[in-house]
Nanobody
Framework: QLQASGGGLVQAGGSLRLSCAAS????????VGWFRQAPGEEREFVAA????????QYADSVKGRFAIARTSAENAVYLQMNSLKPEDTAVYSC?????????????????WGQGTLVTVSS
């Protein structure tokens, strides 16, 4: 089971760090991705981190502002979000993929956790 946390209300230009924790699974055995869904919008890919090695993938809209990293010691994956913009407002969810390659399509992920709300005020 996956659980996302760390959301909240922040002013534009601020930062937040989201956490994706797993129970009953070892996250280092999965590709982990972050997705977000704004009100009235479709879910969109944000970032993903590889199972092995330093590989990462980002949506163009967050490149240079967001960073994804995993910590095996804590069995968690973090999404550091800097220089936040009002358009980053959404419910952010993490997901785990059993395959090896990085993926940006939601259908390629096998396990999902409940999301955490991020609200960026202007």
């Amino acid at each position: 089971q996956l659980q996302a946390s760390g959301g909240g209300l922040v002013q534009a230009g601020g930062s937040l760090r989201l956490s994706c924790a797993a129970s009953g699974r070892t996250l280092s055995s999965y590709v982990v991705g972050w997705f977000r869904q704004a009100p009235g919008e479709e879910r969109e890919f944000v970032a993903a981190v590889a199972r092995i090695g330093p590989g990462t993938q980002y949506a163009d809209s967050v490149k240079g502002r967001f960073a994804i990293a995993r910590t095996s010691a804590e069995n968690a994956v973090y999404l550091q979000m800097n220089s936040l913009k009002p358009e980053d407002t959404a419910v952010y969810s993490c997901a785990a993929r059993s395959g090896y390659g990085l993926a940006s399509r939601a259908i390629e992920y096998d396990y999902w956790g409940q999301g955490t709300l991020v609200t960026v005020s202007s």
